[in-house]
């Protein structure tokens, strides 16, 4: 595949969300099934390869006494998951390698990073790319030395086990030089590490993270365990054709990368056109500008939208509590006084804050508009701290309403299983009315303070 011809797939797919990461796991699936270069019938086929990766691992695990990670079956039949190139073998994962376990921690935890040491990897150091230094454990060389089994040596494929990032994957690079790795990644250690590039893409791909997916251990399903890991069933190619398909998914991902910092400049650029229109749509000076500035963001609709929908609501909202989101009435009452607000004599008296000076108005009214402070036209009451004595899961009078009600991005939500009911007595001014507004007070999650 040409760079014109890539380019010429990536358009089929650029309209579809996530388009790059989609191309990638296309690139990954091609590469692993034979369909991304050509074959040579003319090369050792990889049957030879296996058995030799085989005796060379037996001849390792004898000089070094290891016992070797040799799956307890054969290939059931169903579980190639395509119909293979001429010239590849199904192999176990198992038999390829020398070494498959997972990591430890020291004893005494993160007790034990030091500022200056040895590597100890985490699952967050692993990522397809490679191994992220930068937030690195380091551990002293006499715990180093204690934690032998786990030691990592340059060529291993590192693969995270657990948790959220689970199937995560990367080759320790040539010139590492040590490290250990924790209880979260398993260290796969290939008898032949000149095939650790493609096992590394046949690790990433969607057929073997499809794998992993369906084997995890336990309750909670967060765990690959070394016992199921060496029976996967990987698609081994000639070693020459190996090298090619690195090669080539090298090149074509490299494409992806430069695709995708495209779209991120064309989306960043986008981004800043549509909020300067629509920050111009609520500044407009006259009629006449804004509906020069509404046209313009009428007609780029679509792209408003895709771009930042969150702007364009918040403009929205702008536009209705400035009066320029519908026409005005010339026949409608002017607002000249307070209107006759029930609640104005129940309200605790207050100090009243002065007259609205011009400098106080945000914005120019409308003519048949006029500014109150909200404390005129309202009576606002905090909440409550009440007494923990009372709270109960059972259901009682009261639903005690907290901040945990409230969504984010605005909007009230009845939590129902995790209801805090309050059986405790309670001042009737802190009971909700119909159409009270409620506000939450204070930031326990972004976001949500004013919402």
């Known amino acids: 595949m040409n760079r014109v011809a890539f380019f010429k797939l990536f358009e089929t797919l650029a309209d579809t969300p996530e388009a790059v990461e989609k191309l990638r796991k296309l690139v990954l699936d091609f590469a692993i099934r034979g369909r991304l270069v050509r074959q040579n019938h003319e090369e050792e086929p990889a049957t030879e390869l296996a058995e030799r990766v085989s005796a060379l691992g037996k001849r390792i695990a ?8 040799s799956p307890e079956r054969g290939i059931e039949e169903g579980k190639q998951s395509f119909r293979l190139p001429e010239g ?24 034990v990073y030091q500022t200056s ?8 150091n692993i990522w397809n790319e490679g191994l992220h230094l930068d937030d690195v454990a380091l551990i002293t060389p006499a715990v180093h030395k204690a934690m032998a089994a786990t030691h990592v040596q340059a060529g291993d494929v590192l693969l995270n086990i657990t948790g959220a990032s689970i199937g995560r994957c990367a080759v320790v690079p040539d010139d590492f030089d040590e490290a250990n790795v924790s209880q979260h990644v398993a260290i796969i250690r290939l008898a032949d590490k000149t ?20 084997v995890q251990v336990g309750v909670s399903r967060e765990g690959l365990s070394m016992k199921n890991l060496k029976e996967f069933v990987v698609a081994l190619p000639p070693l020459a054709e190996q090298w090619r398909i690195v090669a080539k998914v090298e090149e074509l991902l490299a494409l992806c990368d430069e695709l995708e910092a495209r779209q991120t400049s064309a989306r960043e650029h986008r981004t800043r056109l549509v909020r300067s229109a629509l920050d111009h749509l609520t500044t407009a000076k006259d009629e006449s500008d804004f509906r020069k500035r509404s046209a313009f963001v009428l007609q780029h609709s679509d792209m408003v939208l895709d771009s930042v929908p969150a702007d364009f609501r918040k403009s929205i909202l702008t536009l209705a509590f400035q009066g320029k989101l519908v026409p005005q009435d010339v026949n409608d009452e002017i607002v000249e006084k307070l209107p006759n607000v ?44 009440f007494s923990s004595e009372f709270f109960t899961i059972e259901p009682a009078p009261f639903v005690l309403t907290t901040p945990g009600n409230f969504y984010e991005k605005g909007g009230f939500r009845d939590r129902e299983s995790k209801r805090k009911y309050y059986s405790g007595p309670v001042d009737p001014e802190f009971i909700f009315k119909p159409g009270d507004l409620i506000i939450p007070m204070t930031e326990q999650a972004e976001g949500l303070l004013g919402s």
Not at 62 to 69: A, N, S, V
Not at 88 to 104: E, H, P, Q, R, T
Not at 117 to 124: A, H, P, Y
Not at 195 to 214: E, K, N, T, V, Y
């Open 117 to 124: 040491g040895i590597k100890f990897l985490r699952s967050q």
């Open 195 to 214: 095939i650790r590039r493609f096992i590394h893409l046949i690790i990433i791909a969607s057929d073997f993270q499809s794998q992993i997916m369906q």
């Open 62 to 69: 004898k000089e070094q006494k290891l016992k070797l990670p």
């Open 342 to 385: 029930p609640v104005k004599a129940e309200r605790k008296k207050a100090k009243w804050a002065g007259p609205i000076e011009e400098q106080e108005e945000p914005f120019h009214l409308p003519p048949s508009w006029t500014w109150f402070r909200l404390g005129d036209i309202s009576c606002l009451k905090h909440g409550y701290a």
């Open 88 to 111: 590849w073998v199904w192999v176990k994962l198992g038999d390829l390698c020398i070494k498959l376990g997972a990591g430890s921690t020291p004893l005494g935890g993160k007790q």
